[in-house]
């Protein structure tokens, strides 16, 4: 987890190289409010732009760098998420959160053919904070609810912070991260073992590309849900599909339809999960919800724009 900002105010010149270290933590903190990479790494580079605007002197006044950086990149993701809230209304089909590969795949894959290692601000720190099922838990908070609830309970700030960020009391934020700590408890699922997830996930994949559709059956929980993002570029289900038998039915039809499709396990948001490609190239990326012992949740995301992480990595 990510620290609070430096608790030591001094007037001196601000050090070039902190301030551009800020720049992980920011993106850590920026992907959790908005769900998105790409507007993530919009809103801290919006950020910066703002910083390097100001003079030496501007610069010199501002007791805390690392806290006026995080002020700022709250309100923009803040902003950015009043906005977002119309824009996905418009939205064809079902938004779902962008998915990130494990990091050090990633990595080690965007670190072939070049000299200097990758930079490390390009990924996410993945924790509980980051799974799939807690970022859908986020979307249904209010933009104030989500930056207060991100802001203390997962990156510890301090109320008197949050208060800085979002214009209100520290009283009032107090309420907001309650309230959104009261969503996650409702939404929380009992724990699974990391190997029983990948174990679950793996014969999941060897059901599907066997066609075995009672097999299929008998690993989802019966009120399951499957819910698909295509954002419009590509075909998919336009509203979650719901319970075992009708989700075992449409994969089953998928693999007869997409020929040359090749099922991959891999760490999707710090969890196991599946990547389907198609000649190489990454079409779906499969997150996954576990209660009980059954699948209880699946998120296809097969928006191209939002697998932008996973196409440049080469998951092969």
């Known amino acids: 987890m990510s620290t609070s900002s430096e608790s030591v105010h001094d007037r001196s010149e601000p050090d070039p190289s902190a301030i551009v270290g800020e720049r992980r933590r920011l993106i850590n903190l920026a992907y959790r409010l908005l769900g998105s990479l790409?507007?993530?790494?919009?809103?801290?580079?919006?950020?910066?732009?703002?910083?390097?605007?100001?003079?030496?002197?501007?610069?010199?006044?501002i007791a805390s760098p690392g806290a006026w950086l995080t002020t700022v990149t709250g309100r923009i993701c803040l902003d950015q998420l009043g906005s977002a809230r119309a824009r996905r209304e418009r939205y064809v089909g079902t938004w779902i959160p962008e998915p990130l590969p494990d990091r050090t795949e990633w990595i080690s894959s965007r670190a072939v053919g070049r000299t200097e290692p990758a930079d490390p601000a390009d990924w996410v720190t993945l924790d509980e904070s980051v799974n799939m099922a807690f970022l859908v838990v986020l979307e249904s908070m209010t933009p104030a609810e989500r930056v207060a609830f991100i802001l203390h309970d997962?990156?510890?700030?301090?109320?008197?912070?949050?208060?800085?960020?979002?214009?209100?009391?520290?009283?009032?934020?107090?309420?907001?991260?309650?309230?959104g700590r009261r969503r996650i408890r409702a939404a929380r699922t009992p724990a699974v073992p990391a190997a029983g997830q990948a174990g679950l996930v793996r014969h999941f994949k060897e059901a599907w590309e066997a066609r075995d559709i009672e097999a299929l059956v008998g690993l989802l929980d019966p009120d399951a849900t499957m819910s698909a993002d295509g954002g419009g570029l590509v075909g998919t289900v336009l509203r979650p599909v719901e319970g075992a038998k009708s989700i075992?039915?449409?994969?089953?039809?998928?693999?007869?339809?997409?020929?040359?499709?090749?099922?991959?396990?891999?760490?999707?948001?710090?969890?196991?999960?599946?990547?389907?490609?198609?000649?190489?190239?990454?079409?779906?990326?499969?997150?996954?919800?576990?209660?009980?012992?059954?699948?209880?949740r699946i998120w296809a995301v097969r928006n191209p724009e939002k697998l932008r992480a996973w196409t440049a990595s080469g998951q092969t």
């Open 38 to 61: 790409t507007e993530a790494e919009d809103a801290v580079q919006e950020t910066y732009t703002r910083w390097y605007a100001m003079s030496c002197h501007q610069q010199e006044d």
């Open 154 to 179: 997962v990156f510890r700030y301090p109320f008197a912070e949050v208060a800085e960020v979002l214009g209100r009391t520290p009283a009032a934020c107090r309420q907001l991260a309650s309230s």
């Open 248 to 296: 075992a039915q449409y994969l089953i039809h998928i693999a007869g339809v997409s020929r040359g499709l090749s099922l991959l396990e891999r760490t999707v948001n710090g969890r196991p999960g599946l990547v389907a490609q198609h000649a190489g190239i990454p079409v779906t990326v499969a997150a996954f919800d576990i209660t009980g012992g059954r699948i209880s």
